[in-house]
Each structure stands twice: as structure tokens, then as C-alpha cells.
């Protein structure tokens, strides 16, 4: 599969690089992916194959075009799994952290920048247990995410 659910930027007619292909005005997956930039939310978006938000769509929406809920990206595979943007800002996967939440070290965390400063996490969990600090959500639950001991498989 190609993408990780219909719902994602690469097909969505918010995204500015969708709007091009079809007016015939882009060559190509690099250009495509420089150029997706999603003008509902006003966000560059660097993975359109792997980012969501409620307001994907392959048409123009007959209902308005307010932004509904939180961009998502695909967290650390754990099976596919998505976590929120912090806000505007996309957090890194796969990436190099010390976690924020228990000090662990991992080649494979997330970051994220919050107001200058680089948080790192080990887990999806402990991103999303941060993100809650700052956001609510009662629809997400870091409980339905790999613990750290389940992750590493310590303990
Ligand atoms: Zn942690």
C-alpha cells in the first residue's frame, strides 16, 4: 500500500501540490512533495503520504472549510499508529531522543520543538502523555499506545 489510509495530504484538495497536479503544473514525486503546503491550515507538510486530519478531502466540502481536530502524523510503528501535531509543529519520528518523560535513550524516538527548545520521547505513549499536558483530547488515550517496557522489552 502506498499511503497509510485514504484520509491523508496526498490526496486531499487542501494541499496546494494536489491543486497543481490537476491544473498539469507539476513533474514528478520530489516536486510534489516540495510543494504540498496545506492551505486550510496554513502548514507546510513534508509527508503528505503520512499525515492526516478530519478535513482530507478529494472534493471541495460543502460544509465550510474550518479546520476540524489536530493534523496527525504516523508515530513509531508499533502497528500503524498516528499522533497529534504539537499545534502547528510536526513532530519527528524516528529520530535520535533522550525522553522527556523518563530520561530513556533510543535512536528511534520523536522529537518535537516546543517554543525553540527540542523535546525528545521514547514512545509514542510518552509523547502522548506530554502532548496532553498541553492539549486536550478526550478522544485520545496514551494507555491504547506501547509502553516503553513493552517497546524496549525490559522490565
Ligand atoms: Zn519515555
Redesign the pocket.
Known amino acids: 500500500m502506498a499511503n497509510g489510509g485514504p484520509d491523508n495530504c496526498s490526496n486531499c484538495i487542501h494541499n496546494r501540490a494536489v491543486r497543481e497536479v490537476e491544473a498539469g503544473n507539476l513533474a514528478g514525486l520530489e516536486e510534489f512533495m516540495r510543494r504540498s503546503w496545506c492551505s486550510l491550515r496554513e502548514v507546510n507538510i513534508t509527508r503528505p503520504h503520512w499525515t492526516y486530519c478530519a478535513n482530507a478531502a478529494s472534493h471541495p466540502p460543502s460544509d465550510g472549510c474550518e479546520p476540524k481536530g489536530w493534523i496527525r502524523a504516523s508515530g513509531l510503528y508499533e502497528g500503524y499508529v498516528r499522533i497529534p501535531w504539537h499545534g502547528s509543529v510536526e513532530p519527528q519520528v524516528e529520530v535520535p531522543a533522550r ?1 522527556h ?2 530520561r ?1 535513550e533510543t535512536d528511534q524516538g520523536i522529537t518535537i520543538d516546543d517554543e525553540g527548545q527540542t523535546l525528545g ?3 509514542n505513549r ?1 509523547y502522548v502523555e506530554w502532548w496532553q499536558t498541553r492539549h486536550e483530547d478526550p478522544d485520545l488515550d496514551p494507555e491504547a499506545f506501547e509502553t ?1 517496557e513493552e517497546r524496549f522489552g525490559d522490565r
Open positions: 525522553c518523560v523518563c530513556r520521547f521514547c514512545t510518552h516503553p
